[in-house]
T-cell receptor
């Protein structure tokens, strides 16, 4: 089975722009979660989607949003980028009935 | 809110030796799930081992085992016969019961394996 895939792997944007990151979960996984990883704040939960509905949301400003499609693929969007948004964005999917999450390779976002 | 603490930012171990990474957590819930993830330089997070709080038996996966002390809210990871490929950042993570899959992570322990 193919693992979680994320595109693009690397992205460079400038302040004020917006960005969309994509995540394709493992086949059969309907739950997709997003995390931000930075040296200063560590790993922080952004949001979780299940069956196209946001099930849970972390403590991030409204500039961070996401959605999930009927095929379970998910996107997250960050509008009006700030320098502090530079981070590794990780996506994870969970199989039905199990508790662990399986992570993708991440998207490295750099905001200049 | 739950918190996860990893008090050892860095650790090192000699190849073939055993090392234990510490993790403590704070929660008022009685049922939950705990995980150890490994993040090598590639940055890919890899699940190492998981433990359900309702299970008293400590989880084991090959050379990896945990020491789960529920009353003490402690969840340490033991790596036996350490290999060079074990070098990575290790994260302890907590998940509440229920349908939501949110993980709360510790700050990580950077493990170096010395040849």
């Amino acid at each position: 089975k193919a693992g979680v895939t994320q595109t693009p792997r690397y992205l460079i944007k400038t302040r004020g722009q917006q960005v969309t990151l994509s995540c394709s979960p493992i086949s059969g996984h309907r739950s997709v979660s997003w995390y931000q990883q930075t040296p200063g704040q560590g790993l922080q939960f952004l949001f979780e989607y299940f069956s196209e509905t946001q099930r849970n949301k972390g403590n991030f400003p409204g500039r961070f949003s996401g959605r999930q499609f009927s095929n379970s693929r998910s996107e997250m969007n960050v509008s009006t980028l700030e320098l502090g948004d530079s981070a590794l964005y990780l996506c994870a999917s969970s199989p039905p009935g199990l508790h662990e999450q399986f992570f993708g390779p991440g998207t490295r976002l750099t905001v200049l | 809110a739950q918190t996860v603490t990893q008090s050892q930012p860095e650790m090192s171990v000699q190849e073939a030796e055993t090392v234990t990474l510490s993790c403590t957590y704070d929660t008022s819930e009685s049922d939950y799930y705990l995980f150890w993830y490994k993040q090598p330089p590639s940055r890919q997070m890899i699940l190492v081992i998981r433990q359900e709080a309702y299970k008293q038996q400590n989880a084991t996966e090959n050379r990896f085992s945990v020491n789960f002390q529920k009353a003490a809210k402690s969840f340490s990871l033991k790596i036996s016969d350490s290999q060079l490929g074990d070098a990575a950042m290790y994260f302890c993570a907590y998940r509440s019961p229920g349908s939501a899959r949110q993980l709360t992570f510790g700050s990580g322990t950077q493990l170096t394996v010395l040849p």
